[in-house]
């Protein structure tokens, strides 16, 4: 994986909110490289959303440098995918017209055959003519997955992706993710509070300390896929996990 040239760089990323006491985010440096998955975890308050906002380009960070494929990004990027804690689907589109937002600059044919191909990796190849309020919250949040898959992303930002679903449901489109993106040039940046969800996703993963948001520990998750959320090795990554958290959030 280190051999792989970063599609996502950030040095010595800082963000300090207007009037804030303390900068939300200081000297992040980070690297995602081709087909890997980095969960950023850590306690409420420590920048999780404001990474997200800076990588989608709704913020701009204050310091530091934050590259895609070497380009500085400065503002929304076409091929930056993001997928939020709701679906966010626009109730008045069909299924296939929310995948397919935002693709107007392609031919009709083209258009269509990326939105098929789009809720096919998600698993829902016969849904493009339903409504947003025919599906089940799992099926919407899977929508929400294609449109971010259709534009052919460099990049997908989740942000806590399957906060509002039932466990079975989160379960099953975590697992569903994992092998969703194996195989993929692209990267994949999971902000999430879940430990499992973390260790069950990520090749890496971040640990922010707050006040202000910054780098405590990075672990390496060495475990085979799929990953079994029973087994004694993954018992012992969520020990290493909580036992970083409760450091950093020592160090604020």
Known sequence: MSALPAVLSLRGVAHRYAGAPTATLEGLDLDLRAGEIV???????????????????????????????????DGPHPRIGVVFQEPRLLPWLTVAGNVGFGLDHLPRGARAARVQAALERVQLPGFGARWPRELSGGQAQRVAIARALAVEPELILMDEPFSALDPATRGALQDHVAALWGGSAGALLLVTHDVDEALVLADRVVVLAPQPGRIAATLAIDLPRPRRRAAAAFADHRRALLDALARADRRC
């Open 39 to 73: 969960a950023v975890v850590g306690a409420s308050g420590c920048g999780k959303t404001t990474l997200v906002r800076l990588l989608a380009g709704l913020d701009r960070p204050q310091a530091g440098r934050i590259a895609l494929d070497g380009v500085p990004l």
